[in-house]
């Protein structure tokens, strides 16, 4: 039955083929196709998944496949022993690279935004997951390679990963469905290209970085930190390796953050009494002084709508495992090389885990309300390979969405066409167009 009705679904997005069992049952199969498809939405058996029997359970190889030009043999989808070797050189990196000194080039990055948006006409209309796209790429290439992106590049990775994610083949049902571990599904030239570029860009960037090393010069930020990464050998990431961890980093910091926010500040758009609340803490807070880091703890219901807005749009609408040897949920018999989907998107919507679980209420992450449950609420995953950046994208939103929305008003202008669509990100299927008017004339 399941399987029937996202055949019968009237396109071939995932989110909307998704039946009302999906949200409703703690496990889902799909009894159709080459191999069976397992959805998972019980915390119980996530956290079996993602951490007592996470060795069972690599990444799929459909997402493996579709990732793999990008990001090589990066961390996220590298398994097994590659995934523990590499994630061990990784762990100083981030030991070194304190959030103190991150913020500064975060800083950066944001007043460069602001001055860019001060200069829009205010019925100019604009791509708001284009230009948070911008901000967040010209962050991580900030704290990646201590320079900025310039509006050349910024449209060019945003272009190139609107198209890689439009022809990734993991994201098409039929594909899921007819997939077979052993003949992976050719991949799209267009897609290729892409990532090539992509790619490239870092190349680029990573090639300066050694020419000025050997002048002499020193830096500290992400890309020096993998540079002087040694495993147990004392043996550096090869060129190639160093351009699968950055693109990783890349990648993970700025496209997912941007969508994040995308969505964010779209719900806001529509909540006057979310907004206000937001604007006035910030106010109240900040007054007339600019974001600081110590400031990212002072802004705790800014930190809340984050939360509520990673929680409805999550990163990623579904995280999938391959089954190496068969299992059993309850009562739901998992064979050898089952597509085992753990869905953020339907998890965090699912009636048994959340109250009013389809309206944005941010009060639900409020101090005073109970936690939620270990597997319930998973925007960066879970277990040993949970999103080591969660911490950065959370400082960075909070900049972004406190700087934004004191400065600028965004007006919706096609609200009646915003409608997610799942790609590597949950991204809006026509954009989220609006126009940008200065609020407040202060300097800061």
Same mark, same amino acid.
Request: hydrophobic share 45%; glycine share 4%.
């Given at each position: 039955?399941?399987?029937?009705?996202?055949?019968?679904?009237?396109?071939?997005?995932?989110?909307?083929?998704?039946?009302?069992?999906?949200?409703?049952?703690?496990?889902?199969?799909?009894?159709?196709?080459?191999?069976?498809?397992?959805?998972?939405?019980?915390?119980?058996?996530?956290?079996?998944?993602?951490?007592?029997?996470?060795?069972?359970?690599?990444? #799929?190889?459909? =997402?493996?496949?579709?990732? !793999?030009?990008?990001?090589?043999?990066?961390?996220?989808?590298?398994?097994?022993?590659?995934?523990?070797?590499?994630?061990?050189?990784?762990?100083?990196?981030?030991?070194?690279?304190?959030?103190? /000194?991150?913020?500064?080039?975060?800083?950066?990055?944001?007043?460069?935004?602001?001055?860019?948006?001060?200069?829009?006409?205010?019925?100019?209309?604009?791509?708001?997951?284009?230009?948070? !796209?911008?901000?967040?790429?010209?962050?991580?290439?900030?704290?990646?390679?201590?320079?900025?992106?310039?509006?050349?590049?910024?449209?060019?990775?945003?272009?190139?990963?609107?198209?890689?994610?439009?022809?990734?083949?993991?994201?098409?049902?039929?594909?899921?469905?007819?997939?077979?571990?052993?003949?992976?599904?050719?991949?799209?030239?267009?897609?290729?290209?892409?990532?090539?570029?992509?790619?490239?860009?870092?190349?680029?960037?990573?090639?300066?970085?050694?020419?000025?090393?050997?002048?002499?010069?020193?830096?500290?930020?992400?890309?020096?930190?993998?540079?002087?990464?040694?495993?147990?050998?004392?043996?550096?990431?090869?060129?190639?390796?160093?351009?699968?961890?950055?693109?990783?980093?890349?990648?993970?910091?700025?496209?997912?953050?941007?969508?994040?926010?995308?969505?964010?500040?779209?719900?806001?758009?529509?909540?006057?009494?979310?907004? #206000?609340?937001?604007?006035?803490?910030?106010?109240?807070?900040?007054?007339?002084?600019?974001?600081?880091?110590?400031?990212?703890?002072?802004?705790?219901?800014?930190?809340?709508?984050?939360?509520?807005?990673?929680?409805?749009?999550?990163?990623?609408?579904?995280?999938?495992?391959?089954?190496?040897?068969?299992?059993r949920f309850g009562r739901v018999s998992v064979p050898a090389d089952s597509f085992v989907v753990v869905s953020p998107w339907l998890?965090?919507?699912?009636?048994?885990?959340? /109250?009013?679980?389809?309206?944005?209420?941010?009060?639900?992450?409020?101090?005073?309300?109970?936690?939620?449950?270990?597997?319930?609420?998973?925007?960066?995953?879970?277990?040993?390979?949970?999103?080591?950046?969660?911490?950065?994208?959370?400082?960075?939103?909070?900049?972004?969405?406190?700087?934004?929305?004191?400065?600028?008003?965004?007006?919706?202008?096609?609200?009646?066409?915003?409608?997610? =669509?799942?790609?590597?990100?949950?991204?809006?299927?026509?954009?989220?167009?609006?126009?940008? #008017?200065?609020?407040? #004339?202060?300097?800061?």
């Amino acid at each position: 039955m399941v399987g029937l009705s996202i055949l019968m679904g009237r396109d071939q997005d995932l989110l909307e083929t998704l039946p009302a069992d999906c949200y409703r049952k703690p496990v889902v199969t799909v009894p159709i196709g080459r191999r069976r498809v397992v959805i998972v939405n019980d915390p119980e058996w996530i956290r079996h998944i993602f951490i007592d029997a996470r060795e069972h359970y690599p990444k #799929s190889d459909l =997402m493996i496949s579709a990732l !793999s030009p990008l990001l090589g043999d990066g961390v996220l989808i590298a398994n097994g022993e590659t995934w523990s070797h590499d994630r061990k050189m990784l762990d100083p990196a981030f030991v070194h690279m304190r959030l103190e /000194q991150m913020f500064p080039l975060m800083r950066g990055a944001m007043d460069d935004a602001i001055v860019r948006l001060s200069h829009l006409s205010p019925d100019q209309v604009i791509d708001l997951e284009a230009e948070l !796209s911008h901000i967040t790429a010209d962050i991580m290439f900030r704290t990646l390679f201590s320079e900025p992106i310039d509006g050349q590049d910024a449209a060019g990775v945003f272009g190139a990963f609107m198209r890689f994610q439009r022809n990734a083949p993991q994201f098409n049902l039929r594909v899921i469905l007819a997939s077979d571990p052993a003949r992976p599904e050719a991949l799209p030239k267009e897609l290729m290209a892409d990532a090539a570029l992509l790619r490239g860009l870092i190349a680029r960037l990573l090639e300066a970085r050694f020419a000025r090393l050997e002048k002499g010069e020193t830096f500290i930020d992400f890309a020096q930190s993998a540079i002087d990464a040694r495993d147990e050998s004392g043996c550096p990431f090869s060129r190639e390796r160093l351009i699968d961890q950055l693109a990783v980093f890349f990648l993970a910091g700025h496209e997912t953050t941007a969508s994040s926010l995308a969505w964010t500040m779209f719900m806001l758009s529509q909540d006057r009494d979310a907004m #206000s609340r937001l604007r006035t803490e910030v106010a109240t807070v900040l007054g007339a002084a600019p974001f600081t880091f110590t400031d990212f703890k002072r802004l705790p219901y800014t930190r809340m709508v984050f939360r509520e807005g990673l929680r409805l749009y999550p990163p990623a609408a579904f995280l999938t495992r391959r089954a190496l040897k068969a299992d059993r949920f309850g009562r739901v018999s998992v064979p050898a090389d089952s597509f085992v989907v753990v869905s953020p998107w339907l998890v965090h919507r699912h009636e048994r885990h959340w /109250q009013d679980a389809w309206s944005f209420c941010p009060e639900r992450f409020a101090d005073d309300q109970p936690a939620p449950k270990m597997g319930t609420y998973i925007p960066f995953g879970l277990g040993p390979r949970v999103c080591t950046g969660a911490t950065i994208a959370q400082l960075e939103a909070s900049l972004i969405l406190a700087e934004l929305l004191r400065r600028f008003e965004f007006r919706m202008t096609n609200v009646a066409e915003v409608f997610p =669509m799942t790609r590597v990100t949950i991204r809006p299927r026509s954009g989220i167009a609006c126009t940008v #008017s200065t609020i407040n #004339s202060t300097t800061f």
